[in-house]
């Protein structure tokens, strides 16, 4: 059974080790899949973005929505809901979901907690996501959900070798 947790402390992303905070996030580097990170993580680094990833928490800039697999206890899929330090009425998004898991529902229930977390727990004014060019299943789903492009990045990152735009899209209701 998959649940759906949202983590504003640290409480639930500490159910997890950093090696396997590490083998999820490499799960996707090695499928190549279009995500801002594209190299192999160690350890140490994930340890790194754990502590920040805490900081945040404590600064009130970040909460996590997480969709566990409880029977495997596994990371089903996870979504980042981002208040801009310096303007918090913006608040951005970033998901992912395990390849063993997609097309189920996760990713929309996922992002649809986001939002609300984004409007309840944030006072969200603005609502911003972004997808790598070429991420069909992304941009659909961010569409689905009432998302509209509003710019493109061209070759803002840099994708197993090769410079692609980054689309931006908001949410205006
Ligand atoms: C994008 C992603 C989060 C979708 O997660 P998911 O759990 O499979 O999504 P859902 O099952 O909720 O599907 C939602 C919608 O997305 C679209 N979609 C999902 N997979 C798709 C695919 N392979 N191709 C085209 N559209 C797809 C569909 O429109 C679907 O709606 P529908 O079922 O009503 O038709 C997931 O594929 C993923 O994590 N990919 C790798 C990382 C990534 O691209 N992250 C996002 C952007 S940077």
């Known amino acids: 059974m ?7 402390t640290g409480d639930v992303i500490g159910r997890f080790s950093a090696k396997k905070w590490a083998d999820w996030i490499n799960s996707f580097v090695v499928e190549k899949a279009l995500i801002t990170v594209n190299k192999h993580v160690s350890i140490g680094e ?3 973005w754990l502590g ?9 800039t ?5 969709a566990i697999d409880e029977g495997k206890n596994a990371i089903a899929g996870t979504c980042e809901v981002r208040r801009d330090p ?4 913006n608040v951005s998004f970033g998901l992912a979901v395990h390849k063993n898991y997609r097309k189920q529902g996760i990713g929309t229930r996922l ?6 977390v984004a409007k309840d727990h944030f006072k969200a004014k603005n609502l911003w996501i972004e997808y790598i060019e070429g991420s069909e ?34 949410k205006l209701d």
């Open 2 to 8: 998959i649940k759906f947790y949202i983590d504003t």
């Open 46 to 48: 994930e340890l790194i």
């Open 52 to 60: 920040d990833i805490a900081r945040k928490m404590k600064d009130g």
């Open 62 to 66: 970040l909460a996590m929505i997480i």
């Open 86 to 89: 310096l303007y918090g009425h």
């Open 111 to 116: 992002l649809k907690k986001g939002i609300e």
């Open 137 to 170: 299943a992304a941009k659909k789903l961010y569409e689905k959900l009432g998302f509209v492009e509003c710019c493109e990045m061209p070759n803002y990152v840099e994708c197993y070798g090769e410079y692609r735009k980054i689309i931006r899209m908001a």
